[in-house]
């Protein structure tokens, strides 16, 4: 009956001090990186001997138990995984039971958090220019803005020091320990693009480190389209039109589009056809109205043969990536007719005058005297 009481007694002194188990750990960390989980056990008593049962709901192969008589045990993991989804919070729990000869009797408290796991740092090279259609390509003409940006949805990097130490085409970029560095690539070619980041964190300690890479191929601008014709072509109705539309200056290869709508009105807002070029051939749309092709040559000719009188426009479109030149061109196709030949060389109404006076021919008086027979 005493041996009851005395379980009553420490059952209520369980359940009024749960809070002295305190869990802990020494993470984030990522994941295959050692995290060591601790507990810390202010409970009293004479004779100690404590059953620690630490528990992972989503890791349920990590779950141990461990008996001690120390007030402070320590558990190292190192969670295993292949699958970048498995990084982020997770729960952890530690419950701790007093022991009898062995046995657990009862729980004298417990304590539960979350631990975080990264499977890396993280993040990327960002660049931030106006005109490009493309992360991966450049014009020589514009400055471009390079961001080493690493987060998490946690925001646990908000906090963290982070130094910078870039390299642009092998050369390292000292003194550029910032996040971002600005440079311009005044070549048309391909540019190598590093940056290793160090992250660090007091509370909780952290450091790591991340290397990010960019390729960028930077390509001339297209200064403008001329073409062997005038901006208003004048056809008959059946005729051809041969037009062979120049491209100055850019890097090749050249994406063109050309478009004719029975409009002689252009367009107010023209979305580039480039743009829709480059959606409708890569998305394999077969409805695009569009000649769209791929070229490396600084020019390429538009043929089309019209079978309707009327007014229309020409649009031409051509891309390189990293700027776009646009050309617009109107077209009037014209009936043929029959040419009429005149019956005489003279106009009709003079020709009608002259037949009036044959006919009523004036009479002409003399002031000689007649002579009679």
Known sequence: MRNLSSFFILTLVSFVTC???ELLDDGPV???SPITFTVKNSYNTTAPSYEYRF?????PKYNKIIQSTASEV???VIFESSSPEDAGYYMKKVEVWFCHLGRPLHRIGFDFTSFLLFNHLTGRIAIHIDGSPTEYFVSTA???????EISHRSGFFDSANKTYKWTVNGSPQEGSYDEFIVRNFSEPQLNNISVLVSVSK???VFQKTAYFTLTLHSKDPIHNLTTDSQNNIQLFKDENLQLNVKINGGTPPFFYCWEITNSSTPR???KPLSESFLWS???????WPSKCNKTDESSFNINSHFDEAGNKTLYIDVNNYVSTSTKIITISVHERELLRQPEANKPAVIQETSNIMEKYKPVMLSSEPEIYE
Do not use: G, K, Q
């Open 281 to 287: 051939r890569f998305s394999e749309e077969e409805d």
């Open 142 to 148: 514009l400055p471009v803005n390079m961001t080493a």
């Open 55 to 59: 528990t992972f709901p989503r890791w």
């Open 30 to 32: 990522t994941i295959d």
């Open 19 to 21: 809070n002295l188990i």
């Open 268 to 270: 107010e807002t023209m």
């Open 202 to 204: 007091t509370n909780p």
């Open 74 to 76: 320590n558990y190292t």
